[in-house]
């Protein structure tokens, strides 16, 4: 019940995040115009490659919660300890990182990003203040992912709407109401993160275990337990940010920052594949840890499986709806015909690549699990090695279109050559039926209905946004249900709500 309670509040609580974000960001560019949304694209890459600074403590400590939770009582006290060291550690990252920040933000204006209308002063304060920003979110990520590990999603989902709710309607009522001026916008930014992080502190301490040993003297010793997971760990996120952020990285250079805006809200749009699959795994990893921590191994495959089914039922379908009708996803959600004509070409192939990705990512878990990541460290590095130089390649010769295709290319190798390894080594025997039971069936069903949704292209062309919007929601509506209809998991549970909606209907 458990995983049930935490996915359904996962999935409320990012379905409402993503949402706003998805409703807002548009709003940001029209108030802001491209060039300064670029910025915001900026500042959401930065946040990413922040995360380097985590060293793999925050997964490492949520497994570590998880783990002791499955053994004792007395062995999930003894986390507070551990949680107040890795705590006092970040918030000291935190301070350098920010300081680090303000410092080469000068540089950053004038020899990375390329600008026309903003001045020099204006975009170097706002990365002075996304610094700030970027830092305290990341310490309240390492909280967030502390809470994650006790299973108390459902608390973590409802503090997960209220910061959203300040985060995006107040920025938008600051844009509307008072300036267009991006660095009042950062500003507001560094404001919300503050009162992020000391409410997920709260939320955090509040929910530890109470021992004597908190009253003691501060400790790092409690650290030495989890360094060799965290070090796995930490190489793994250092490589995971290279995979999915060195495309970003390299175009805030390479691309006028217009266009870099432009590319930043496709960019969303993909990431937001990956989001739907977030609430699933933030609430299979500490069950699936927690499984094996009781010797179940076999009920941890089967809720591997399932897993598997549910991400693949939510984002294949919708992938392949965007990858189909990209054009008219952008102009639907943003109302900007320019915006939907430059970046309709990359969306195709991030949209795709991201789907593989999500998919992919269930090998990182089934190793987290087990709290062996050695292998996924390896693996991870060969992806790194090749795919940077051909990311650089792609776009310094071809710009965003060649790195969104390398990178979709590149996704699509790492997955069918690593996937089958790791299934042998940890889970031997379940590849074929994770691949053509599990995937086989909803991947199919999702290609046939965007094929169907394709054939209605021709009837959006002049169509409004009203129009186009509702269209798309009653194709994706349409494409969920076929790809459950496909889902061994899913399907009991669609036919036993028409049978109830028949019945009452009846």
């Known amino acids: 019940m458990a995983v049930r309670t935490n996915t359904a509040a996962n999935f409320v609580g990012q379905t409402y995040v993503a949402t706003i974000a998805l409703i807002m960001l ?3 560019l029209r108030e802001l115009g491209a060039e300064a949304y670029g910025l915001v694209g900026f500042f959401v890459m930065l946040q990413s490659w922040l995360r380097m600074l985590d060293m793999g403590l925050s997964p490492a400590a949520a497994r570590q919660i998880s783990h002791a939770r499955g053994l004792s009582d007395a062995a999930y006290r003894e986390t507070g300890a551990l949680v107040r060291a890795i705590e006092s550690l970040f918030i000291g990252l935190a301070a350098l990182s920010s ?7 000068p540089w950053i204006a004038a020899h990375w990003l390329h600008f026309r209308h903003l001045a020099l002063s204006e975009v ?22 502390a809470i994650q590990g006790m299973e108390r999603q459902v608390w973590l989902n409802g503090a997960n709407m209220v910061i959203a709710t300040f985060r995006y309607f107040g920025a938008l009522m600051l844009l509307v109401w008072v300036t267009h001026d991006p660095r009042y916008f950062f500003g507001y930014e560094v404001g919300v993160s503050l009162g992020e992080t000391a409410l997920l502190n709260y939320g955090l301490h509040r929910l530890l275990p109470r021992t004597r040993e908190q009253k003691q003297a501060l400790s790092l010793a409690p650290l030495t337990q989890i360094l060799p997971f965290a070090a796995g760990t930490a190489y793994a996120a250092l490589v995971w940010i290279v995979l999915t952020q060195a495309d970003k990285l390299i175009l805030s250079h390479v691309l006028p920052l217009w266009e870099y805006g432009y590319f930043a809200l496709v960019a969303l749009i993909a990431g937001g594949l990956i989001t739907l699959a977030g609430p699933v795994s933030t609430a299979v990893l500490p069950r699936m840890t927690w499984l094996l921590a009781q010797g179940q191994g076999e009920s941890m495959l089967a809720l591997y499986r399932q897993s598997t089914q549910i991400v693949a039922v939510v984002v294949l379908p919708l992938s392949a709806l965007v990858a189909m009708l990209p054009r008219d996803v952008i102009f639907a959600w943003t109302g900007d015909h320019q915006a939907a004509r430059w970046a309709a070409p990359m969306l195709v192939w991030l ?20 709290g062996k990541v050695a292998f996924h460290v390896m693996t991870s590095t060969v992806d790194v090695v090749i795919q940077t130089p051909v990311i650089v390649f792609a776009a310094y010769h071809f710009g965003a279109y060649g790195a969104a295709l390398a990178w979709f290319i590149l996704r699509t190798v790492s997955f069918v050559v690593w996937s089958p390894i790791v299934h042998r080594i940890f889970a031997p025997g379940i590849h074929k039926k994770w691949l053509l039971q599990d995937i086989g069936p909803i991947a199919i069903a999702s290609g046939i209905s965007a094929v169907l949704a394709g054939t209605v292209r021709h009837m959006l062309v002049g169509a409004g946004r009203f129009e186009v919007m509702l ?17 061994s998991v899913c399907r009991p549970y669609l036919l036993r709500v028409l049978t109830r909606i028949g019945t009452a209907h009846g």
Request: hydrophobic share 60%.
């Open 26 to 28: 548009p709003l940001y």
């Open 99 to 105: 300081i680090i920040v303000w410092n080469v933000s």
């Open 124 to 145: 170097t304060e706002c990365v002075m203040l996304m610094g700030l920003a970027a830092s305290l979110r990341w310490l309240a990520a390492f909280y967030r992912s």
């Open 351 to 370: 949209a795709l690549g991201n789907a593989v990705l999500a998919l992919n990512a269930f090998q990182y878990y089934l190793q987290y699990a087990h």
């Open 471 to 487: 269209v798309l929601a009653s194709l994706a509506f349409g494409m969920l249900v076929m790809s459950a209809m496909a889902s």
